[in-house]
């Protein structure tokens, strides 16, 4: 069936280092992937993208990977800052213009 | 200057009273949606209008009723209000799913 799922609920990160959010998906049919940011009280916010064809998309301080073989996305968050503690989603489309989002992974950067 | 703006932002009432969000995007998007966020921070999709017609209708109760009066607006209306309807309701647009950017959120308390 449809499920956008995360490994880990949770995760505590050292300010200064790297963390990395990992999602499953299970519709290989699933085309475009996008990582969101949501801090408390407000909106999910658009992180970053990528679509099926391409293995890994890089941004500011960000990186998406997408594994097809194993339906595996993750995001890498360089040099982590105290504003980057939020909850973080993955979500995916197949082909119609709903996104389906994961559980969510709710970062905590320690000072 | 607000992308996508919901109101009203917080809505405390009691069970089995109507009510109704508002929401309304000023980025020239094609397609509109709204969402429900549980307590455990699932994001569902509940229905999404294109040019003002409904195009992704989930399995919601028929007390939602969205109305799209063109299509820079989208209002969910939600009658005989249940405890179980007590979450935070998302508005979001895109153009043709890019772009998709949310609203900050309606927080729907029944009593």
């Given at each position: 069936?449809?499920?956008?799922?995360l490994?880990?609920?949770?995760l505590?990160?050292q300010?200064?280092?790297?963390?990395?959010?990992?999602?499953?998906?299970s519709?290989?049919?699933?085309?475009?992937?996008?990582?969101?940011?949501?801090?408390?009280?407000?909106g999910?916010q658009f992180i970053?993208?990528?679509r099926?064809?391409m293995?890994?998309r890089?941004?500011?301080?960000?990186?998406?990977?997408?594994n097809?073989t194993?339906?595996?996305?993750?995001?890498?968050?360089a040099a982590t800052q105290?504003?980057?503690s939020?909850?973080?989603?993955?979500?995916?489309?197949f082909?119609?213009e709903?996104l389906?989002f994961?559980?969510?992974?709710?970062?905590?950067?320690?000072? | 200057?607000?992308?996508?703006?919901?109101?009203?932002?917080?809505?405390?009432t009691?069970?089995?009273n109507?009510?109704?969000?508002?929401c309304?995007q000023?980025?020239?998007?094609d397609?509109?949606?709204w969402?429900?966020?549980?307590?455990?921070?699932?994001?569902?999709?509940m229905?999404?209008?294109?040019?003002k017609e409904?195009?992704?209708n989930e399995?919601?109760p028929?007390?939602?009723?969205?109305?799209?009066?063109?299509?820079?607006?989208l209002?969910l209306?939600?009658n005989?209000?249940?405890l179980?309807?007590s979450a935070?309701?998302?508005?979001?647009?895109?153009?043709?799913l890019?772009?998709?950017?949310f609203?900050s959120?309606t927080?729907?308390?029944v009593?």
């Amino acid at each position: 069936g449809e499920s956008v799922g995360l490994h880990l609920p949770t995760l505590s990160v050292q300010e200064g280092d790297n963390s990395i959010i990992n999602c499953a998906y299970s519709n290989s049919a699933s085309d475009y992937f996008i990582w969101y940011k949501q801090e408390s009280g407000k909106g999910p916010q658009f992180i970053i993208d990528i679509r099926s064809n391409m293995d890994k998309r890089q941004g500011q301080r960000v990186t998406v990977l997408l594994n097809k073989t194993v339906k595996h996305l993750s995001l890498q968050i360089a040099a982590t800052q105290p504003g980057d503690s939020a909850v973080y989603f993955c979500a995916e489309n197949f082909g119609n213009e709903k996104l389906t989002f994961g559980t969510g992974t709710r970062l905590t950067i320690i000072p | 200057d607000t992308a996508v703006s919901q109101t009203p932002k917080y809505l405390v009432t009691q069970m089995g009273n109507d009510k109704s969000i508002k929401c309304e995007q000023n980025l020239g998007h094609d397609t509109m949606y709204w969402y429900k966020q549980d307590s455990k921070k699932f994001l569902k999709i509940m229905f999404s209008y294109n040019n003002k017609e409904l195009i992704i209708n989930e399995t919601v109760p028929n007390r939602f009723s969205p109305k799209s009066p063109d299509k820079a607006h989208l209002n969910l209306h939600i009658n005989s209000l249940e405890l179980g309807d007590s979450a935070v309701y998302f508005c979001a647009s895109s153009l043709s799913l890019y772009g998709y950017t949310f609203g900050s959120g309606t927080r729907l308390t029944v009593v």
